[in-house]
């Protein structure tokens, strides 16, 4: 199967601080990586596509500055929310793309980030 | 603009039933529609569809797709509470890249 793991599962951090999410694909090369957002009991929300070696295609409303997005090699992608605050608090989820299945998304497990 | 509804946004029900979840799509160049269960983590996959009027099964889950009028639906037949989760349908399009348009969602609650 494909595997794709997160780091850290859970973090709570003070207001103001940033922090960094990981995203691996453990078992194969994901050419495309995808961040997603997801508020207690909604739908996921895609924040921004991110290819390797190349910089990452955010969607509407999401803004670059505060969620950085690195994709550094084919099985790495990491999501960086700077300075953060309470309404940044959420269920970060990521899935990556194989090169070869071309419509399926492997997910992560998911961050459950707490600013406070 | 790309959207994928989904209905009912909930539904609670008792152990035994057979429920029918709802996922309507308008999404330019089309590819597949997915469904996915999401418990506590990340959603699980259960079926990708590409084909019309082609049921896809596992279990007590099926599901199919009418890409005609635009809908996919996913029944659950014998409803148990391991079955209570948010169902997603997600529809791929290859218009931006290999985007996923996630719907809002169904959230079952079964009951014993």
Same mark, same amino acid.
């Given at each position: 199967g494909a595997v794709v793991s997160q780091h850290p599962s859970r973090v709570i951090c003070k207001s103001g601080t940033s922090v960094k999410i990981e995203c691996r694909s453990l078992d194969f090369q994901a050419t495309t990586m995808f961040w997603y957002r997801?508020?207690? /009991?909604? +739908?996921?929300m895609l924040m921004a596509t991110s290819n @390797?070696? +190349? /910089?990452? !295609?955010? @969607?509407?409303?999401v803004e670059k500055d505060k969620f950085l997005i690195n994709h550094a090699s084919l !099985?790495? +992608? !990491?999501l960086t929310v700077t300075s953060a605050h309470p @309404?940044? +608090?959420?269920?970060y989820i990521c899935s990556a793309q194989r090169g070869d299945w071309y419509n399926e998304q492997f997910f992560g497990p998911g961050t459950r980030l707490t600013v406070l | 603009e790309d959207k994928v509804v989904q209905s009912p946004l909930s539904l609670v029900v008792h152990e035994g039933d057979t429920v029918t979840l709802n996922c309507s799509y308008e999404? $330019?160049?089309?590819?597949? #529609?997915?469904?996915?269960?999401?418990?506590? =983590?990340?959603? $699980?996959? #259960?079926?990708? #569809?590409t084909s019309s009027g082609i049921e896809? =099964?596992?279990?007590?889950?099926?599901s199919i797709l009418d890409k005609k009028e635009l809908f996919s639906i996913l029944n659950i037949t014998a409803t148990q509470t391991g079955d209570s989760a948010i169902y997603l349908c997600a529809v791929d399009s290859s218009r931006t890249g290999n985007q996923f348009y996630f719907g809002t969602g169904t959230s079952l609650t079964v009951i014993p």
């Open positions: 997801q508020f207690p /009991k909604q +739908s996921l @390797e070696g +190349s /910089k990452a !295609t955010y @969607e509407q409303g !099985t790495l +992608s !990491t @309404e940044d +608090s959420s269920f | 999404v $330019t160049n089309f590819r597949s #529609l997915l469904w996915y269960k999401q418990e506590k =983590k990340a959603p $699980t996959f #259960l079926f990708m #569809l896809k =099964k596992s279990g007590r889950l099926s």
